[in-house]
């Protein structure tokens, strides 16, 4: 599962609060950056974070293409989430790696062809 929201290591988290974020934004950065250090612990090597400036010109092409006009934004497996409220994040990634897992009946081995 590759969820579009990376990078978010104590370089980026330095660069964002060098810059003079005003208070209520660099305190959402702060939060955000909080719950994204925790994804690891929390789902493992399934997940990978991907974080992207909306004032970039990759943000801007992004925020276009998925209809974004609000941040923070998190695509999941091709569905959208635009807020603060990180449990349902984490809802929609458990929804993905919920349906990411095939289960394959015990002493049946798949092969190509269906042999």
Not at 63 to 70: K, P, T
Not at 85 to 94: E, G, H, N, T, Y
Request: include cysteine; proline fraction near 5%; hydrophobic fraction near 40%.
């Amino acid at each position: 599962m590759t969820w579009q929201v990376a990078g978010l290591g104590q370089k980026v988290h330095q660069e964002q609060l060098d810059t003079g974020l005003p208070d209520d934004l660099a305190a959402e950065f702060h939060s955000l950056s909080r719950w994204a250090g925790g994804l690891p612990r929390r789902y493992g090597p399934c997940v990978t974070v991907r974080l992207v400036d909306a004032a970039s010109i990759e943000g801007f092409f992004k925020s276009l293409f998925h209809r974004l006009n609000r941040y923070p934004a998190f695509i999941v497996d091709g569905k959208k989430y635009v807020g603060d409220d990180f449990s349902r994040v984490d809802a929609l990634i458990s929804e993905g790696l919920a349906a990411e897992q095939v289960v394959t009946p015990r002493g049946i081995s798949e092969s190509p062809g269906g042999r």
